[in-house]
């Protein structure tokens, strides 16, 4: 079972494409961060998937069935960017209004879950620090029971105590129910140690799709002379080519064929970040699906 399935997805406003040609397939089971710059169409993919936004063009099915149709809905939370909760209730207001609106609530694991954050089911939403706030709403999300729960930029306004505190929250909720996540993110460190599963968009199109593990083995750094630069990088996939005076070093994704490591070079296994910010980087450059050889494999030359 997929937790999203897209095909030749698009949506457009006015002349804008915010996302097009989007064609994905994320199983269930992961945590998945789709990161990418601003304007990249994360909102958009993430609104198609919860059903408030419609397609243009293509398909999307949530857990088997249709975007936005009831038997999606009823099994997706999602917790959006400012996590609108309402100022002037307390959080026990916020507790009733979830129950009465939600036929899978569970009262009494939302209780549980803030009564172990030593949050004041009395305490006005308003008066309640950025972490706890972001807390909330994820214990309103997770009192929903869904199979998918649906993040779009959670963590973007926590200090960095507050962003640990709810990637921590985030694990064990994945650990204890089970679930499905999808979050966005702009903010490359945030991926390190929480997804399984990542998707890169880039001005509305999907340039990196997959397990993490998969992708990471998938690619690995060569180090080596930049004397000899030119000659080693003319025949590998380059996806990030970095050159100081002496040193360079190029980010290679694998072909399937092993290839040996050229004579006074060193093969370096890549994380996480540094596969991120070098296909953010270079915005022609793919990787799964579908890699594009002829974009991936460039020559280029940064500081
Ligand atoms: N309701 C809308 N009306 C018009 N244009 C929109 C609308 N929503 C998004 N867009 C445009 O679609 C593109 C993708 O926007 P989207 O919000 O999906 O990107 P994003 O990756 O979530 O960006 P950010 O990280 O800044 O939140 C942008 O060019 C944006 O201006």
Same mark, same amino acid.
């Given at each position: 079972?997929?937790a999203v399935?897209?095909? %030749? ?14 064609t994905l397939?994320? =199983? ?5 961060a789709?990161?990418? =710059?601003n %304007?990249?169409g994360k909102?958009?993919?993430?609104h198609?998937t ?14 088997g069935?249709?975007a %936005? ?6 099994r ?8 609108a909760?309402y100022?002037?209730?307390s959080?026990?207001?916020m ?7 939600n036929r899978?609530?569970d009262?009494?694991r ?10 004041p ?5 308003g008066?309640? /620090?950025?972490g ?9 999300a ?10 779009d930029?959670?963590?973007? /306004?926590?200090d960095?105590l ?8 985030l694990?064990?909720?994945v650990?204890q ?7 966005s /993110?702009?903010?490359?460190s ?7 599963y ?5 001005g ?5 799709a997959?397990?993490?593990e998969?992708?990471?083995?998938g690619?690995?750094?060569l180090v080596?002379p930049?004397?000899?630069a030119?000659q080693?990088?003319?025949?590998l ?7 100081a005076t ?10 399937g064929?092993t290839l040996?490591?050229? =004579? ?6 890549? %994380?996480l ?17 579908? =890699?594009r050889? /002829? ?9």
């Amino acid at each position: 079972m997929n937790a999203v399935e897209t095909s %030749g997805l698009g949506k457009r406003y006015g002349g804008t494409w915010a996302l097009r040609d989007c064609t994905l397939a994320i =199983p269930a089971g992961h945590v998945v961060a789709l990161a990418g =710059p601003n %304007g990249a169409g994360k909102s958009t993919l993430l609104h198609l998937t919860v059903g408030l936004a419609k397609q243009s063009t293509g398909a999307i099915s949530v857990l088997g069935n249709a975007a %936005g149709s009831l038997p999606a809905l009823d099994r997706v939370a999602f917790m959006d960017q400012d996590a609108a909760l309402y100022s002037g209730l307390s959080v026990a207001d916020m507790l009733r209004m979830g129950r009465s609106m939600n036929r899978r609530w569970d009262q009494a694991r939302a209780r549980d879950r803030l009564a172990e954050l030593d949050i004041p089911l009395t305490r006005r939403i308003g008066r309640l /620090s950025g972490g706890q706030h972001a807390q909330v709403a994820l214990t309103l999300a997770l009192a929903r029971r869904p199979d998918l729960l649906v993040l779009d930029e959670p963590m973007s /306004s926590l200090d960095p105590l507050a962003r640990h505190e709810f990637k921590s929250a985030l694990m064990t909720a994945v650990a204890q129910d089970g679930l499905s996540v999808i979050f966005s /993110s702009h903010i490359v460190s945030d991926l390190e140690r929480v997804c399984d599963y990542l998707v890169v968009l880039a001005g509305g199109r999907v340039q990196v799709a997959g397990q993490t593990e998969d992708l990471l083995a998938g690619h690995h750094v060569l180090v080596g002379p930049t004397a000899q630069a030119d000659q080693v990088a003319a025949t590998l996939p380059v996806v990030r080519d970095r050159r100081a005076t002496a040193q360079t070093h190029l980010l290679i994704r694998a072909t399937g064929q092993t290839l040996a490591t050229p =004579p006074g070079w060193r093969k370096e296994p890549v %994380g996480l970040e540094e596969l991120v910010l070098a296909y953010l980087r270079e915005p022609d450059a793919f990787a799964l699906p579908g =890699p594009r050889t /002829s974009d991936a494999t460039k020559e280029a030359t940064f500081s």
